[in-house]
């Protein structure tokens, strides 16, 4: 337990660190806006993320446990020791996590129950670095920790993987600026700033696409990577939602859908599509 305290500690100031960087280039990116007169950011949108992260930042130190605890549990499971100091296998371990984060991010799309959490990241109608904070509640006890339990098992040590998890997370922040720019051959293997307003976009034909964390090539891949349209102009926010700076409706309202559903369901079968029913886009 020791060990596990000392381990959050860490985490906890290089998070602290992380923040004060993010805030720092939100800053920087608004007053760009202003001096050339953008209009990039909406003073209400921006607020109600900044709300959102500030409850979402306050249940995720009291649920913290929900996430370590049943994978230091499953890690006595494990079918080898690999060691947390080596630099080949950090380097493995930041790969896997982010082919990891592709299939668990896939999923939010696909799966009502995980939509529920992530349709809030989706809800912005301005793209912007204070989007990349607009993040739900609730994804720790949705199953979200299933699709890294593989690398548990391999071996691979907890702090490992969810550090691995922070540091993706940390580089998806510098994918949402309100600018695009073209990163040359960087673009065929990292998720850029280009490719993720492709992901954010309602366009019909950006609908679930890019699902990447750090690299692309896994959507390359897969069939899921597809590049902005020539013929129209991006558009972000959810598909079928109206805008709101509420940020309670907007952490709860998909919630509070699921949970109609399944006090008007009728049987088992309209129970299990209340909760994981396939999504078409957002």
Same mark, same amino acid.
């Given at each position: 337990m $020791?060990?596990?305290l000392e381990a959050f500690s860490g985490i906890g100031r290089a998070f602290g660190l992380g923040a004060a960087i993010a805030l720092g280039a939100m800053a920087l990116e608004f007053l760009a806006s202003l001096a050339n007169d953008e209009k990039t950011h909406d003073a209400g949108e921006s607020l109600a993320s900044f709300a959102i992260a500030f409850i979402r930042k306050g249940l995720g130190l009291l649920t913290a446990g929900a996430v370590a605890l049943p994978l230091f549990w499953l890690y006595q499971f494990r079918l080898f020791d690999i060691p947390s100091d080596s630099l080949p296998w950090l380097a493995a371990?930041?790969?896997?996590?982010?082919?990891? !984060?592709?299939?668990?991010?896939?999923?939010?799309?696909?799966?009502?129950?995980?939509?529920?959490?992530?349709?809030?990241?989706?809800?912005?109608?301005?793209?912007?670095? $204070?989007?990349?904070?607009?993040?739900?509640?609730? *994804?720790?006890?949705?199953?979200?920790?299933?699709? !890294?339990?593989?690398?548990?098992?391999?071996?691979f040590h907890p702090l490992v993987v969810i550090t691995m998890i922070a540091a993706g997370l940390f580089y998806q922040l510098f994918i949402h600026p309100a600018k695009a720019p073209n990163l040359g051959p960087l673009e065929y293997i990292l998720n850029t700033p280009r490719?993720?307003?492709?992901?954010?976009?309602?366009?019909?034909?950006?609908?679930?696409?890019?699902? *990447?964390?750090?690299?692309?090539?896994?959507?390359?891949?897969?069939? $899921?990577?597809?590049?902005?349209?020539?013929?129209?102009?991006?558009?972000?926010g959810l598909v079928g939602r109206e805008p709101t700076n509420n940020p309670l409706s907007l952490l709860f309202r998909e919630w509070a859908a699921i949970m109609r559903d399944l006090f008007k369901a009728r049987s088992l079968r309209q129970g299990w599509r209340a909760l994981f029913s396939m999504k078409a886009g957002h």
């Open positions: $020791t060990i596990l371990a930041f790969v896997l996590t982010d082919f990891c !984060y592709y299939w668990h991010h896939y999923a939010m799309h696909k799966i009502r129950l995980l939509w529920a959490t992530h349709n809030v990241h989706h809800s912005p109608t301005k793209m912007n670095l $204070t989007a990349a904070i607009r993040l739900g509640i609730g *994804g720790q006890f949705t199953g979200g920790l299933i699709f !890294y339990s593989p690398l548990i098992l391999i071996g490719h993720h307003q492709v992901h954010h976009a309602s366009n019909e034909t950006c609908l679930d696409k890019n699902f *990447g964390g750090v690299f692309i090539v896994f959507d390359r891949v897969f069939g $899921t990577f597809a590049e902005a349209p020539r013929n129209e102009p991006l558009k972000f």
